[in-house]
């Protein structure tokens, strides 16, 4: 592999949560990152997108609107989860051996240094006014006719959807949902007694009330209540308002041996509105009476409570983001349509059957797999569709597909994992109309989530029957396909075909294969080919041979799989790992993982697609390579709680896209590359030289596989 030779300055980005990198390192012998800091660190690196002016205005808030959205997802599953594990008991954490509530206390710090870099970030970019001039304005910045427009629009849109709440005896305190937003109020009535309001803000109106003219200036919801409180209390004066803001625990509770499964889950769902509180956030302006009444009433220990320097709810800057004009974004990006299939004028099964291809989601179309199953719909030849669904969207064009197919007779199985976290309702919605059309519907296994992505298309041809297999890295969901990289093989390899069958025979019968031809697949036997693979290259690294291990994930944190990485390190394999997110590998220590290297990317997308590369005895990029993608992390659940499939690439053009052409580029990126030291901190460097962006790159050159007559000129 050609690599790019960049000259640096002196000047690097470094990251670390308020020097809490020490404690990223647990109790055992520190050779382990923790799990949770170094998922903080990851949104860190999210959050620090901000500072990058290549990057456009809009797209920079966004990065902050993410790390705040995603910060409340750990607050609602990774706190909640350590808090049930002390309150059943557990004094320290399973697979790591910390103290639970050592570990909880460092977290919950970490966690709000986190908030208060957020809010940093957000005011820097409301200061930033020579890249877009956005302006939040409060009731003394407003004009004479700014004022009566607002009032008016208070009295049209906002007023008859409020709730107000006086705090008293005979009025018990409201319930607040999770990520509930309200306005407390004190204030003194008409014989002079101090009573207190509260009010919460609908979900369903805007929080950012843009004023009229050319600018982008807003005014808040919350300041428009506190403005015009006297058209809910009239005579009364206001001493003193603030903001508070709930997250509650989101976890569900099931029973897998219930006899409706989907009623369950929609009990369930129900019952996570009203999870306990983890985490209370104030404005700084609420005062501190106020702050002892909330914390009384929810009953949330201080350390869980947060005081906001700035604004509550940061991801609601999404609305602003939606409002910015068109040059304050990234440019729009249209996903190309392989060559491949254009050359079959659209007929995906002639061009899969001619040979097998491989599509680099976002870069070219998710359309490709929509248009196969579009196309297996109505074709009268396809006589059966397996089809597994973790993530879809309520408006799936892939359900639509499914259904058409179903009601037009064809043999339609659809698994559907309803334990998929925060998207369980919008599951069981899609079971109930798959089932309604006449598909058959699985939920998956009782004790395994379903993670793998596979299709199955079984057409007669003649008198025989062939079989097309979609085997993907991501979720079918339109949506997200545009913005996550991931990588789609097609392919009519029979071995694969068969195993995906018997995957599918698995997820509906609960009869685990004994053997499969060519996919790995978990829980069966990802970790002991994992293990496997890595012992090879170790022995082989000690008998001379040419050795080297390339890993692009989302996540390494299985521990004996680190091991095995150091064990292979010592021996002198080359180690590159490419994770996104959580790294529990501790790279770069003399005498146990001085051959690994760990990087990151953060950019225009979100890097999702597995690769997995084993040197074989073969330099990298050579014929002797064993190249696989997967829809599985190095993490516990994926190799053991999880059904994931790891699916070998031996086609020649396909393999030479992962080897020539993906991972060159991601090893080379030099714009939105991170690297992991043996300290815990990442580091950025500033190159003198023009960046290499990887994702710039991929927009710009069609891949090697899908080129098609393209590949002639």
């Known amino acids: 592999m050609c690599q790019m030779k960049l000259k640096t300055s002196n000047s690097e980005v470094r990251l670390s949560l308020n020097k809490i990198t020490k404690k990223l390192i647990n109790n055992q012998n520190d050779r382990y990152f923790d799990r949770e800091i170094s998922w903080l660190s990851f949104n860190e690196r999210v959050l620090l997108q901000v500072y990058d002016k290549t990057i456009p205005y809009g797209e920079r808030l966004r990065f902050v609107t993410i790390s705040s959205e995603n910060l409340d997802e750990f607050y609602m599953v990774r706190i909640a989860g350590l808090h049930q594990l002390i309150s059943q008991g557990f004094n320290t954490v399973p697979e790591t051996g910390m103290r639970a509530d050592e570990l909880l206390k460092t977290v919950l710090n ?15 970019l409301l200061n930033e006014k020579e890249d877009c001039d956005v302006s939040i304005l409060f009731d003394n910045k407003w004009t004479k006719n700014e004022l009566e427009w607002l009032k008016e629009y208070y009295e049209q849109n906002i007023l008859p959807l409020l709730t107000p709440t006086t705090l008293d005896p005979a009025h018990p305190f409201p319930f607040i949902q999770n990520k509930g937003k309200c306005v407390l109020m004190e204030m003194k009535d008409t014989k002079n007694k101090n009573i207190n309001c509260v009010v919460l803000l609908p979900d369903n109106v805007d929080r950012f009330i843009r004023l009229p003219g050319e600018h982008q200036r807003y005014a808040m919801l919350e300041t428009l209540v506190t403005k015009f409180v006297h058209l809910i209390y009239p005579e009364y004066k206001l001493l003193k308002s603030g903001m508070f803001r709930v997250i509650r625990d989101a976890e569900i509770e099931i029973d897998d041996e219930a006899d409706d499964l989907i009623g369950q889950f929609e009990t369930a769902i129900k019952a996570r509105k009203r999870g306990g509180i983890v985490s209370l956030t104030f404005s700084h302006d609420l005062s501190k009476s106020a702050q002892k009444l909330l914390t009384r009433q929810l009953n949330i220990p201080d350390d869980h409570i947060y005081v906001a320097q700035g604004f509550v709810g940061i991801n609601d800057f999404t609305e602003i983001i939606n409002n910015l004009p068109k040059q304050n974004l990234f440019k729009p990006y249209k996903p190309r349509m392989p060559q491949r299939i254009l050359d079959f004028k659209g007929d995906c099964f002639s061009a899969i059957k ?18 196969l199953l579009q196309q297996a719909a109505i074709d009268k030849n396809v006589l059966t569709i397996r089809q597994t669904l973790y993530r879809t969207s309520p408006d799936s064009s892939i359900v639509q ?34 089932e309604q059309a006449g598909a058959q519907v699985a939920y998956g296994l009782v004790d395994l989530k379903v993670h793998a992505k596979l299709s199955l298309i079984t057409r007669k041809e003649g008198k025989k029957l062939v079989s097309y297999a979609h085997c993907g890295t991501g979720n079918y969901h339109p949506h ?9 093989l097609f392919t009519i390899d029979k071995n694969i075909c068969e195993d995906a069958r018997s995957v599918f025979n698995f997820l509906t019968s609960h009869v685990q294969p004994k053997q499969l031809n060519k996919m790995i697949i978990s ?3 990802s970790y002991d080919w994992l293990i496997e693979k890595i012992n090879y290259e170790t022995q082989n690294a000690k008998d001379g041979f040419e050795s080297g291990i390339w890993i692009k994930c989302n996540a390494i944190v299985d521990q004996k799989i680190i091991e095995k990485f150091y064990e292979a390190s010592n021996a002198g394999v080359k180690i590159h790992l490419m994770v996104r997110g959580i790294c529990c590998l501790r790279p770069n220590v003399k005498g146990m993982s001085e051959n690994i290297t760990v990087t990151a990317i953060i950019g225009r997308f979100l890097e999702h697609g597995r690769i997995y590369v084993f040197a074989n005895k073969g330099k990298f990029q050579s014929e002797s390579n064993l190249v696989y993608i997967s829809s599985a992390d190095i993490m516990p659940r994926n190799l053991y709680h999880r059904v994931e499939a790891f699916i070998p690439l031996e086609n020649k053009t396909v393999r030479s896209q992962i080897l020539d052409q993906v991972l060159p580029a991601l090893i080379n ?9 043996k300290n815990g901190e990442y580091s950025k460097k500033k190159y003198k030289d023009k960046t290499f962006c990887a994702h710039t790159y991929f927009m710009k050159n069609p891949s090697l596989s899908g080129q098609g007559s393209l590949a002639k000129i």
Do not use: M
């Open 110 to 124: 970490a966690s709000k240094d986190l908030k208060n870099k957020q809010q940093r970030c957000l005011n820097y």
């Open 354 to 371: 001619n040979k097998e291809i491989i599509v680099h989601h976002p870069y070219e179309s998710f359309d490709v797999v929509l248009s």
């Open 401 to 434: 597909a499914l259904v058409s197919a179903a009601e037009s007779g064809k043999s339609v199985i659809a698994v559907i994992e309803l334990k998929a976290r925060f998207d369980e309702e919008n599951n069981v919605q899609l079971a109930r109309v798959l």
């Open 480 to 488: 997200t396909a545009k913005i996550y990289t991931d990588f789609s």
């Open 523 to 525: 829980p069966n036997s």
């Open 669 to 677: 990126d030099t714009k939105n590359t991170w690297k992991l030291n």
